[in-house]
């Protein structure tokens, strides 16, 4: 079996002055990060999980290797909290997907209560538990899925990544087929659409990532899009795993570099982009330094004249 198509979305919502979800959607490793903490620190540790995610060592796959990026990511967050009372009690929600295409398999790493999904000849099955009150209550027989969806405290999340100096990181390992189609979605999709529309829009989209994605998030914010939105997809394919030289990882994002990035995040537009992830915001990142330099000069001349 080989990796697929793949395709990402995110979109602010019609609620949400800012977008504090990040994506990672570089094979054999895809990711959803939704941020925690208000105020724009929320995206500071969704950025922060994405860059440590986006370090995996070539070659690094399974469980273990999630689990690792994960606890790492936990204390760079953390650590940057107790740092800076600004980002204190920040965290992210991290679903991160690998696939071993020689192995035949898809490892999980989760945390929180964002979601994997496998659709499998029609029938969508959802990976992961949802780390929340609600889930909880539903895991123990205290609440039904439909009382579940209506209750007000469906928001509360019981685990995250970085708001405590531990992180528990749910994990499994299971196998992949060829036609398989993977989704993880932040809640402001599953809050909004129910899971038998999110397989009739896939469905019609005729399973491609490209146009489910754009379904996906168009009927989350037309059922109110009360919270950002992030979608990713891929698909398994049969044939022989792909062959080539591993791609490089990118160097760490710095501090320094992550505060700039929030202060141009939140695009009003929906931000997508098709088999690339938060490796992309290097290219903005010199663009906006290009247009200070610029602006810079301009001042400069006209105060020399």
């Known amino acids: 079996m080989r990796t697929g ?3 990402a979305l995110t979109d602010t919502g019609r609620r949400r002055l800012h977008n504090e979800d990040t994506f990672v959607c570089e ?13 724009q620190a929320g ?3 969704s950025l922060l999980a994405a860059a440590t995610l986006e370090e995996r060592a070539a070659g690094a796959l399974g469980e273990e290797t999630l689990t ?3 606890v790492e990511a936990n204390n760079r967050i953390y650590a940057r909290a107790f740092d800076d009372p600004a980002a204190a009690g920040m965290g992210t929600v991290v679903t991160a997907l690998l696939v071993d295409e020689t192995a035949g398999t898809v490892s999980i790493g989760h945390v929180g209560d964002s979601r994997a999904y496998r659709l499998r000849d029609g029938a969508l099955e959802q990976l992961t538990p949802d780390h929340s009150l609600v ?4 895991r123990s027989g205290r609440l039904s899925i439909e009382e579940a969806e209506q209750h007000p405290h469906r928001s509360v999340i019981t685990r995250a990544v970085g708001t ?3 992180v528990e990181v749910h994990t499994d390992t299971l196998p992949a087929l060829p036609g398989d189609l993977y989704l993880i979605c932040s809640d402001g999709l599953t809050d909004m659409v129910k899971d038998t529309l999110i397989v009739e829009l896939i469905v019609a989209a005729d399973l491609d990532p490209d146009r489910a994605a ?5 009927a989350a914010n037309a059922a109110g899009g009360i919270d950002n939105i992030t979608v990713l997809l891929f698909e398994i394919l049969a044939g022989d795993p792909v062959s080539g030289p591993t791609p490089a990882v990118p160097a760490p994002v710095s501090e320094v570099e992550i505060e700039m990035e929030v202060e141009v995040a939140a695009p009003a537009a929906p931000v997508h982009r098709h088999g690339a992830g938060a490796g992309g915001r290097w290219v903005a990142l010199l663009t906006i330094l ?3 330099a610029i602006a810079a000069f301009v001042i400069w001349w006209s105060l020399k004249r």
Do not use: N
């Open 5 to 7: 198509r793949g395709s």
């Open 43 to 45: 995206e500071v540790a």
């Open 214 to 218: 754009e379904a996906l998030v168009d």
């Open 27 to 39: 094979p054999p490793l895809f990711a959803v990060a939704d941020g925690v903490g208000g105020a």
């Open 68 to 70: 690792t990026l994960i």
């Open 135 to 138: 889930g909880e209550l539903v």
């Open 164 to 166: 405590e100096p531990l």
């Open 290 to 292: 290009l247009a200070i």
